[in-house]
């Protein structure tokens, strides 16, 4: 679908209703994805679930782990940029969410060393 401000997907059912266990993480393994509309429907379905997932969301913590960290080893510039405003708006989406990625950063952060000290447009 899309309106004046941009595309979005036109869900058929409510967003609320959705099997979080299921679709949540498949949206995940999209992170990815490189091109349109793959990346696209990957990083707004992630975004539409976080915005309406409330409580669902912390339960199914443990199954994004894997596709963050696969999305991050890519090292792949805008995967690795997608990937760290989805964890942004992920840690926000649900009470404790944040505090329950503390175990999982083993997992996550090592990849991002290799770009810490990174400026500019450096390609990967």
């Given amino acids: 679908e899309h309106d004046s401000k941009g595309n979005k997907i036109a ?16 949206f995940f393994d999209g992170l990815c994805e490189m ?3 793959y990346e696209f429907f990957a990083r707004q379905g992630i975004h539409d679930m976080l915005e309406h ?3 669902k969301i912390l339960p199914v913590l443990p199954q994004l782990i894997i596709p963050i960290k696969n999305a991050l ?14 964890l942004q708006h992920l840690v926000v989406s649900a009470e404790m969410v944040g505090k329950a990625l503390v175990p999982y ?6 990849v991002l060393n290799i770009f810490k000290n990174m400026n500019g447009w450096a390609p990967l």
């Fill in 53 to 55: 997932g409330g409580n």
């Fill in 105 to 110: 950063y083993r997992q996550i952060l090592p």
């Fill in 73 to 86: 080893n890519l090292r792949n510039r805008q995967v690795i940029c997608v990937t760290l405003k989805v």
């Fill in 35 to 37: 091109t349109f509309p």
């Fill in 11 to 26: 869900w058929k059912v409510e967003i609320e209703k959705l099997d979080y266990h299921h679709y949540l993480p498949l």
